[in-house]
Structures are given as C-alpha cells and as structure tokens.
Nanobody, 120 residues
Framework: QVQLVESGGGLVQAGTSLRLSCAASGRTFNSYAWFRQAPGKERDFVAAINWSGSVTEYADSVKGRFTISRDNAKNTVYLQMNSLKPEDTAVYYC???????????????WGQGTQVNVSS
C-alpha cells in the first residue's frame, strides 16, 4: 500500500522558517512535488524534484525562499521554507509521480496535507 505522510507544519511568524517532510512507503517514485491550497483557492504547485535531485522546479512565488530536496535512502522529500510570508499560509500537500511536472492532475499519489500558518 502506497502512503505519503507529511509532517512539519505549524504556526510561525513571518520571516521565520519551517521544514516540511514527506515520508513515502510502499514504493519508490521518480518525482515528488509539493502543492499548497489556501482556503477558497485552488491547489497550487510549489516545487518538484526528480530522482537524483538534478532537476527542480519552483513556483515564482517561492523561488529563492523555498528549497525542495530528497533523501532516497529514507524515501523522504523535504521542503525547506525560509522567509515565510502570511501569503504562504495554506495546507501543504506532498505528491508523487513519474514526471517532474506542475499540473496536479499528473500526480496519482497524495499525502493528507499539513497545515502551515504564517502570522504577520
């Protein structure tokens, strides 16, 4: 059974950092991505990474502040979030696929999400 389990969310002040983790079990995936969804909004792409880490993609809104990485030995993907802003507040979801793409419809496996709240 394939499972993606996110952790690391919480309530933080603007300007601080958080690191999200997503532990995968049941199989290994070529690519992982992070998406986020704020209340009343669509689920938006945040970042994605391929197997070796040689290919990464970022949404313009997080480029330079967020870093996606993975540890294949632990089958875990991370999202380091620095200089957090109130507009980063959302539920963050981990997703897995075979390709590094930005469309959520290309991801067949999803975690349950972890809440990130950034206060001003």
């Amino acid at each position: 059974q394939v499972q993606l389990v996110e952790s690391g969310g919480g309530l933080v002040q603007a300007g601080t950092s958080l690191r999200l983790s997503c532990a995968a079990s049941g199989r290994t995936f070529n690519s992982y991505a992070w998406f986020r969804q704020a209340p009343g909004k669509e689920r938006d792409f945040v970042a994605a990474i391929n197997w070796s880490g040689s290919v990464t993609e970022y949404a313009d809104s997080v480029k330079g502040r967020f870093t996606i990485s993975r540890d294949n030995a632990k089958n875990t993907v991370y999202l380091q979030m620095n200089s957090l802003k109130p507009e980063d507040t959302a539920v963050y979801y981990c997703a897995a696929s075979t390709l590094v793409v930005r469309s959520p419809t290309s991801y067949g496996y999803w975690g349950q999400g972890t809440q990130v709240n950034v206060s001003s």
